[in-house]
């Protein structure tokens, strides 16, 4: 069982950054062996994909919106995996939303593919 606990939301100038933070309590299996990734969802629009970490290939992945602006990461001793957000722009507002995956070959950028959500903390970026 996976429980997933989002925080760092806020709201902040175009331009600025936030971190947003989340804290995975997990059961049976070690916090390494998922694949974690982040999501986004505006008002109005459908659930996309922003970042994505493959602990047991080094593998990241990234939305081409949010290429060189967003840094996923994640501290395996904290079972906690980061979003680091740079150079926030006004579109960037959204939910965001932490995703585990036990095992995955697929490209990590569906939504599908995930088993485990968190509740999301609202980004707001003010132009």
């Known amino acids: 069982q996976v429980q997933l606990v989002e925080s760092g939301g806020g709201l902040v100038q175009a331009g600025g950054s936030l971190r947003l933070s989340c804290a995975t309590a997990?059961?049976?299996?070690?916090?390494?062996?998922?694949?974690m990734g982040w999501f986004r969802q505006a008002p109005g629009k459908e659930r996309e994909f922003v970042a994505a970490?493959?602990?047991?290939?080094?593998?990241?992945y990234y939305a081409d919106s949010v290429k060189g602006r967003f840094t996923i990461s994640r501290d395996n001793g904290k079972n906690t995996v980061y979003l680091q957000m740079n150079s926030l722009k006004p579109e960037d507002t959204a939910v965001y939303y932490c995703?585990?995956?036990?095992?995955?070959?697929?490209?990590?950028?569906?939504?599908?593919?995930?088993?485990?959500w968190g509740q999301g903390t609202q980004v707001t970026v003010s132009s």
């Open positions: 970490n493959r602990w047991s290939t080094g593998n990241t």
């Open positions: 995703a585990a995956v036990g095992y995955s070959r697929g490209p990590l950028s569906s939504a599908k593919e995930y088993d485990y």
């Open positions: 997990i059961s049976g299996r070690t916090f390494s062996s998922y694949a």
